[in-house]
């Protein structure tokens, strides 16, 4: 008989040395399983159903611990955004009323690249721009908004949006960052369709960890629906959301009343 497997230089090893040496995983950090830990999490939708304004309460909630729209934050973490359609100071004045309900507590842990426009993932020195930005910040979540503003290649090449997305990866892991990136949706999606709405669906089921998709139930209804689709957990129920106008943050309501949930917005300490 085989004596039992040793470690050694091969790099091989038995499973009681692989679960000695591997921990657990670290826990989301936005859970239920939104935002695994060094994870990407697509967000997408049709253009202006409000993708950047829920990206931008998930980077505040992220940056101020606060628990918000039934997304749980465990811990305050140090959040970049890296936002390429608004002028820096029409995105101040969109943060602004954000602030104001939860005071300075994301005042810190809140970076904004403002040098962000014109570099491209594709080209070695946007990414090294990125890396740049994201060490000096010492970032553990990055925001990219929107994706296409972050290179110059076809979307409806699966070859270059396969080239892309290792591009992705190579950020996240050079950075050791989670990635939160908002892209549009094809022009016609269908109503069970989650991952595989995102433009270049094939090569970003590659790479995606979790897919957020933002859909408008009617025109008429001033309400967003939450779908969800994750690699790691089961799928959460999709969920109606509404937007504070005074505040810019969105809220849950309930599918049987239709009213906006009046329970506490929490801060995890």
Request: net charge positive; hydrophobic share 40%.
């Amino acid at each position: 008989m085989k004596s039992t497997l040793k470690n050694d230089s091969s790099g091989v090893l038995s499973l009681g040395q692989l679960l000695e040496h591997n921990p657990a995983p670290m826990p989301a950090l936005i859970g239920p399983a939104l935002l695994p830990s060094s994870g990407i999490l697509f967000v997408g939708g049709e253009p202006k159903v409000g993708k950047s304004l829920l990206v931008a309460n998930l980077a505040l909630a992220l940056a101020s611990g606060c628990s918000r729209a039934g997304f749980t934050i465990p811990q305050s973490r140090r959040v970049l955004i890296c936002q390429f359609e608004l002028p820096t100071s029409q995105f101040a004045a969109r943060l602004a009323p954000m602030r104001k309900p939860i005071g300075a507590a994301a005042d810190s842990n809140l970076l904004i690249d403002t040098e962000a426009a014109g570099h491209l993932l594709s080209a070695p020195r946007g990414l090294d721009h990125f890396l740049r930005a994201i060490r000096t910040a010492n970032a553990d979540v990055v925001v990219l908004d929107p994706l296409y503003s972050t290179h110059d290649q076809d979307e409806n090449d699966t070859r270059a949006m396969a080239a892309l997305c290792q591009t992705l990866l190579r950020l996240r892991d050079a950075s050791h960052a989670a990635l939160i990136v908002v892209h549009h949706v094809r022009k016609s999606v269908g109503r069970y369709e989650i991952g595989s709405a995102f433009r270049g669906s094939s090569a970003l089921h590659a790479v995606g960890d979790s897919y957020l998709l933002l859909v408008r139930p009617s025109p008429q209804v001033p309400t967003v629906e939450l779908r969800f689709q994750f690699r790691y957990a089961p799928a959460e129920a999709p969920r109606l959301l509404s937007l504070d106008a005074d505040t810019l943050w969105v809220c849950i309501i309930h599918y049987q009343t239709g009213v906006p949930s009046s329970t506490p917005q929490s801060r995890n300490r």
